[in-house]
């Protein structure tokens, strides 16, 4: 008898994990399973939102009148967690997972620690000439490891600055602000004369922080996965948030529903960041600010400087476990490279792509009522080019962890703690962290 | 011979197996019967038992390619500042489990049992509710509760001129919310346990106290409180397994912020065996964490005297 091995017995649990979970689904929608219906190869795409999944699938559709495959696709939503865990132990087990899977920003350096899982698409997007079509920060950079490209998103995630247009004018508030220290001086006075505040100041979460360091050039890593926290970049930005606090212009971001509800008052009239924050979670969450918000691009640092960052994001990745690699890369590549796939998207979510050629399609760059009938498409076509590169690293989880728990929030809580000191400090554990996990 | 007997008794010749099943069934059916439950056991009970046991003394990321790093793991948790601060923190919630929970309860159940309430049922029933309520749900209620500017606590304190207190972003003040949560959702249980052994104890124990002239105070230190020793061994080693293995709350609400002071054991097991895939040394605290909890709970057996009442 053969030795039962880890990897087998990991094979058969996480196999039987697939099972229960794709079961379970099948079983919730009613339906028969769908498997070996017929003589066509059946690639497996697994998600954790359907919102993404929808305009896929319609992709998909394209991609079978255009292309004509040999395949089907099956796709299989789970909540993130569950859908981001058992993605790994499955590809660690060589068996169970899927061929194709979506992959969240934050999640994507657990799977490239040790052996990489995902198969590399930069050569495959040269060949098909595509590369210099993309932009880079949004589309390939948050899943590029050591000039390998293992995912690719269709979200152009280029960070504005959002505004309440109806306070801002009746508070008389610039709207020519092109620097941060303009900036400060309106937030100055329109508290002074309003109460209220500007901007607010994201203390339990790396958001803001990210951005604007990404602006000056920084980040959480360097070119080859180091981490940077105490950069000067990182200390000014930091030292800038705390400033804010303690000068008494601006307040700690409130935390779930009452953040909503500032917005929504008006308390706070501005905030930073990219679509899925304006478009989506604020049209979401307080829809009766229609028509009250416009866009601009983010204040510079200095003259010259860059205007916007990127956050956040999704990308679509091919296992190279899959038993049809070449078959999941070309859809997965069509579907982020074909204009017409994702206007789609636009349209179900609007999100504006991250594949330069599709801006040249109008419906990107319409007025929108949601903020005035503002052309926000022009906008993030102008101000995209100017995000500059973020890297990643296998242990982002870590770095940011440590970042938010020993510098970002004891440094604002305590406005006595030197901004250089506790990202010092922050840079410390990191580096301790990853020498004791890799030593 | 049995063979032939039960040959005979079927009417027909029997294959060697067939026969050895006959003869063996009755003895075997049982094991049979039971088996599914082992076999489960065995994979998804005892096998990752065993070996997460032997991952920690591994490193490497996630299950491959992982090398042998003896005490490495073990060694490194007493120079973890982050272990010592969710040691403390769940330390602070399990004391605050035993005092306050523990003390509240029996205080309830004395209530509740005294005979000058009426509608017992109703209260224990109404007490029990919270248990029920998924963690999730708690979460939801308690974030609406807490929050520091439109939480109805901080509302009703601005109406006597206090707070606003920060609840849950104040490192100081996180971990007391978090006890006054499962103060809110474990009383009601506990309470139940400790009428269960308020009901257990005779009433002629009271009645001879009262006829030697002891008074209430006396009743109660002297018969309720000794011969609840067993409950109170049990709600107690209650409290701390439960306490030691505090997770969803803290991880809906607030993510073990800020700054960790809110971390608890096992939600720092988790971030570090799924979030940042270092299983090895997820292991090694899983594993320290087992045997501390066997050793408290050792020292409270002997603490209370075993689990017989007093005098049997």
Redesign the interface.
């Known amino acids: 008898m053969a030795p039962v091995s880890?990897r087998t017995?990991?094979k058969g649990?996480a196999a039987a994990g697939a099972t229960v979970a794709g079961g379970s689904l099948l079983a919730g929608c009613g339906g028969a399973p769908n498997f070996n219906r017929g003589a066509k190869k059946k690639l497996s795409f697994w998600a954790f939102t359907d919102t993404r999944i929808n305009w896929q699938k319609k992709a998909f559709e394209l991609y079978k009148k255009e292309r004509n495959p040999d395949f089907e696709i099956e796709w299989l939503i789970l909540p993130y967690?569950q859908m981001h865990?058992q993605l790994?132990?499955t590809a660690?087990a060589e068996s169970g997972g899927p061929d194709i899977a979506d992959v969240e920003i934050s999640q994507f350096p657990?799977f490239i620690?040790?052996?990489v899982l995902f198969v590399d698409l930069r050569q495959k997007l040269e060949e098909m000439g595509e590369w210099d079509n993309l932009y880079h920060p949004s589309a390939t950079d948050p899943w590029s490891w050591q000039n390998k490209v293992y995912g690719i998103g269709n979200e152009l995630n280029a960070c504005l600055l959002s505004y309440r247009w109806d306070i801002w004018e009746k508070a008389g508030v610039s709207t020519e602000i092109e620097s941060w220290d303009h900036f400060v001086e309106e937030a100055k006075r329109f508290h002074r004369d309003t109460g209220n505040y500007l901007i607010d100041q994201q203390y339990?979460d790396w958001g803001q922080w990210w951005i604007m360091t990404l602006q000056q050039g920084g980040g959480f890593f360097d070119a080859k996965g180091q981490p940077t926290l105490d950069s000067p970049e990182g200390v000014r930005t930091l030292s800038w948030m705390q400033d804010a606090i303690r000068d008494g212009w601006s307040t700690?971001r409130?935390?779930?529903?009452?953040y909503n509800?500032?917005l929504e008052q008006g308390k706070v009239a501005s905030l930073l960041g990219p679509s899925w924050q304006f478009s989506g979670f604020v049209q979401q969450n307080i829809p009766g600010t229609a028509g009250k918000w416009h866009l601009m691009p983010i204040p510079r640092w200095e003259p010259g400087g860059s205007r916007t960052g990127t956050q956040g994001g999704t990308g679509v990745a091919v296992l190279k476990t899959s038993e049809f690699i070449e078959e999941a890369m070309d859809f997965v590549l069509f579907e982020h490279t074909t204009t017409e796939a994702l206007l789609y998207d636009y349209e179900l979510r609007q999100v504006w792509p991250t594949y330069r050629p599709a801006f040249s399609d109008p419906k990107l760059t319409e007025p929108l009522d949601f903020f005035d009938g503002q052309r926000v498409g022009d906008l993030i076509r102008e101000v995209s080019p100017e995000i500059n590169t973020a890297y990643m690293s296998?242990f982002w989880?870590?770095t940011t962890?440590a970042f938010?728990?020993?510098a970002l929030?004891?440094a604002m809580?305590n406005l006595r703690m030197s901004p250089r000191e506790a990202l010092r400090r922050a840079q410390q554990e990191t580096l301790d962290t990853i020498e004791?996990?890799t030593? | 011979m049995s063979t032939s007997t039960l040959a005979s008794r079927i009417g027909r010749p029997l294959w060697p197996a067939r026969e050895w099943w006959w003869r063996r069934q009755r003895r075997i059916a049982p094991y049979i019967f039971i088996s599914p439950f082992f076999i489960l056991f065995l994979?998804?009970g005892l096998?990752p038992v065993i070996?997460s046991f032997v991952l920690s003394f591994t490193?490497?990321?996630?299950?491959?390619?992982r090398s042998f790093a003896g005490l490495t793991n073990y060694i490194?948790m007493f120079s973890d500042e982050r272990f010592g601060m969710a040691m403390r923190n769940t330390t602070i919630y399990a004391l605050g489990s035993i005092v306050l929970i523990g003390g509240v309860s029996l205080l309830l159940a004395l209530a509740i049992n005294s005979r000058l309430v009426p509608w017992k049922g109703f209260f224990r029933t109404a007490f029990f509710f919270p248990v029920l309520t998924s963690e999730v749900v708690v979460f939801v209620i308690a974030?609406?509760i807490l929050?520091?500017?439109?939480g109805l606590l901080n509302f009703a304190l601005s109406k006597v001129n206090l707070g606003p207190v920060a609840w849950?972003?104040?490192?100081k003040i996180v971990m007391l919310s978090i006890v006054l949560i499962g103060l809110w959702t474990w009383t009601g249980i506990n309470a139940l346990y400790w009428m269960a052994g308020l009901n257990a104890i005779d009433n002629d124990y009271y009645e001879a106290a009262a006829i030697d002239g002891a008074g209430r105070w006396q009743s109660f230190r002297y018969i309720t409180l000794p011969l609840l020793r067993p409950i109170a061994l049990f709600v107690v080693l209650q409290a701390i397994i439960g306490s030691y293995n505090l997770f969803a709350l803290p991880l809906l609400l607030t993510g073990g912020?800020?700054?960790?002071a809110s971390l608890t054991v096992t939600l720092y097991i988790y971030?570090q065996g799924?979030?940042?895939?270092?299983v090895g040394?997820a292991s090694a605290i899983a594993y320290v964490m087992t045997f501390f909890l066997l050793a408290v709970s050792a020292i409270n057996i002997k603490f209370f005297g075993g689990w017989a009442s007093p005098g049997e």
Request: charged share 20%; proline share 9%; glycine share 8%.
């Open positions: 880890r017995v990991l649990a967690t865990d790994l132990i660690q657990r620690k040790g052996d339990l700690l409130p935390t779930g529903v009452p509800i500032s296998p989880g870590e962890s938010v728990r020993l929030t004891p809580q004791f996990m030593a | 994979i998804f096998y070996y490193k490497g990321f996630g299950f491959e390619e490194h974030a609406r929050d520091e500017q439109y849950l972003t104040d490192p912020g800020p700054s960790d971030n799924f979030q940042f895939f270092n040394y």
